[in-house]
């Protein structure tokens, strides 16, 4: 949509949607994979988890996952009880399935689109999708040649980040100083 886009406007948009797609899926399920580790862990310990106390874990995860004790932002306690709406946390142990895929996603979309003549990452990519369910996922991605225990997978997620925010900015800039 980025490359079809026909006004720095549109193009913003689609930038900002993917941005936003990185941020909720890799950053945020991340976090509420860390907390849900949490509150296993305190029940392991054997403490008594009120809503207070899980109140405490989330605000101590979130408020240093967006940085307040640098600066960076501050989280008002009214977003501390947001743990409370979200579903997921009422189901198995799972969101951090969402971070690693999109993770092996990003690998698997550098891969193919680094040589667009070489079909065999491509390839590769449809037989871990005809895979399904057929065994583990850790497994499958291993069988397309991904180690989701590596710092690849991530690395190249990060890089799409990287590059989705170059061309924000130099769009942005682009709108605000057409004279440049």
């Given at each position: 949509?980025?490359?079809?886009?026909?006004?720095?406007?549109?193009?913003?948009?689609?930038?900002?949607?993917?941005?936003?797609?990185?941020?909720?899926?890799?950053?945020?399920?991340?976090?509420?994979?860390?907390?849900?580790?949490?509150?296993?862990?305190?029940?392991?310990?054997?403490?008594?988890?009120?809503?207070?106390?899980?109140?405490?874990?989330?605000?101590?995860?979130?408020?240093?996952?967006?940085?307040?004790?640098?600066?960076?932002?501050?989280?008002?306690?009214?977003?501390?009880?947001?743990?409370m709406?979200?579903?997921?946390?009422?189901?198995?142990?799972?969101?951090?399935?969402?971070?690693?895929?999109?993770?092996?996603?990003?690998?698997?979309?550098?891969?193919?689109?680094?040589?667009?003549?070489?079909?065999?990452?491509?390839?590769?990519?449809?037989?871990?999708?005809?895979?399904?369910?057929?065994?583990?996922?850790?497994?499958?991605?291993?069988?397309?040649?991904?180690?989701?225990?590596?710092?690849?997978?991530?690395?190249?997620?990060?890089?799409?980040?990287?590059?989705?925010m170059?061309?924000f900015?130099?769009?942005?800039?682009?709108?605000?100083?057409?004279?440049?």
């Amino acid at each position: 949509m980025v490359q079809q886009s026909r006004s720095d406007e549109e193009m913003l948009f689609y930038l900002g949607y993917a941005l936003e797609q990185i941020r909720t899926t890799f950053f945020r399920q991340t976090m509420f994979s860390e907390f849900e580790g949490s509150i296993y862990n305190a029940i392991e310990n054997g403490e008594a988890l009120s809503g207070a106390r899980i109140t405490e874990l989330y605000a101590d995860i979130v408020r240093r996952y967006h940085g307040q004790d640098q600066g960076v932002m501050n989280v008002p306690d009214l977003y501390t009880h947001e743990w409370m709406f979200v579903p997921h946390f009422y189901f198995n142990y799972y969101v951090f399935q969402y971070a690693t895929s999109i993770a092996g996603a990003a690998y698997f979309v550098e891969q193919i689109t680094a040589d667009k003549e070489d079909t065999q990452a491509r390839d590769t990519y449809l037989a871990f999708l005809k895979a399904g369910g057929a065994d583990h996922p850790y497994t499958l991605f291993q069988q397309a040649g991904l180690d989701m225990a590596s710092p690849e997978p991530y690395e190249a997620l990060i890089r799409r980040m990287n590059e989705l925010m170059d061309a924000f900015e130099a769009t942005w800039a682009r709108l605000n100083n057409p004279a440049s």
